[in-house]
């Protein structure tokens, strides 16, 4: 079974400037999850989707950044404008439920200069 | 709102050594509990998932135990290896804003086996 898969898997950017991160979760799993990870910490949900509609998005800070699943199955989570306080690990997860246990990508890791 | 605390931040060890490390949580209405395993630069790896309705998990040299009343979980490792050396991450349940189910995870203690 493939896993949950991601890309790219580092950028560098300058802050103000635009990104976007894509995600496939596993196949047949109806929730996706975003987290962002900064240096030294456990991740932080950003939002999450039960197929392709948003279940929480509570910590999405939604001047800047916006997420969609289409179709229910990809995702892309974007930022826009960056800023220094984005430099983080994204990682993306998936779960068949989404009450049972989530399986991670390898993560983007973003650097904002 | 769910808070989680692993205790120690790190802990470096010999090998062979049995070691436990430890979570706490504060709200102990919780459906499941799950520990993570990171490794530098690498995303997350699921170890053990323990449901409300257990006490504990076995898989090979771990074991996770799960008390609610107390808000507390363990993990337990038997006999360290070098390659355990990675961040061990906990993570409790919390209700989303739609109702479902999301992760709350600590800091993580980072383990460090010497050989």
């Known amino acids: 079974e493939a896993g949950v898969a991601q890309s790219p898997r580092y950028k560098i950017i300058e802050k103000r400037q635009s990104v976007a991160f894509w995600c496939n979760p596993i196949?047949?799993?109806?929730?996706l999850y975003w987290y962002q990870q900064i240096l030294g910490q456990g991740p932080k949900l950003l939002i999450q989707?039960?197929?392709?509609?948003?279940?929480?998005d509570s910590q999405l800070p939604k001047d800047r950044f916006s997420a969609e699943r289409l179709k229910g199955v990809d995702s892309t989570l974007k930022i826009q404008p960056a800023k220094l306080e984005d430099s983080a690990v994204y990682l993306c997860a998936s779960s068949l439920l989404g009450w049972d246990e989530q399986f991670f990508g390898p993560g983007t890791r973003l650097t904002v200069l | 709102k769910q808070e989680v605390t692993q205790i120690p931040a790190a802990l470096s060890v010999p090998e062979g050594e049995n070691l436990v490390l430890n979570c706490s949580f504060t709200d102990s209405a919780i459906y499941n509990l799950q520990w993570f395993r990171q490794d530098p630069g690498k995303g997350l790896t699921s170890l053990l998932l323990i449901q409300s309705s257990q006490r504990e998990q076995t898989s090979g040299r771990l074991n996770a135990s799960l008390d609610k009343s107390s808000g507390r979980s363990t993990l337990y490792i038997a006999a360290s290896q070098p390659g355990d050396s990675a961040t061990y991450l906990c993570?409790?349940?919390?209700?989303?804003?739609?109702?479902?189910?999301?992760?709350?995870f600590g800091k993580g203690t980072k383990l460090t086996v010497n050989p």
């Open positions: 989707f039960q197929n392709n509609g948003v279940v929480d």
């Open positions: 993570a409790g349940p919390a209700i989303t804003q739609g109702g479902s189910e999301k992760l709350v």
């Open positions: 196949s047949g799993h109806a929730t």
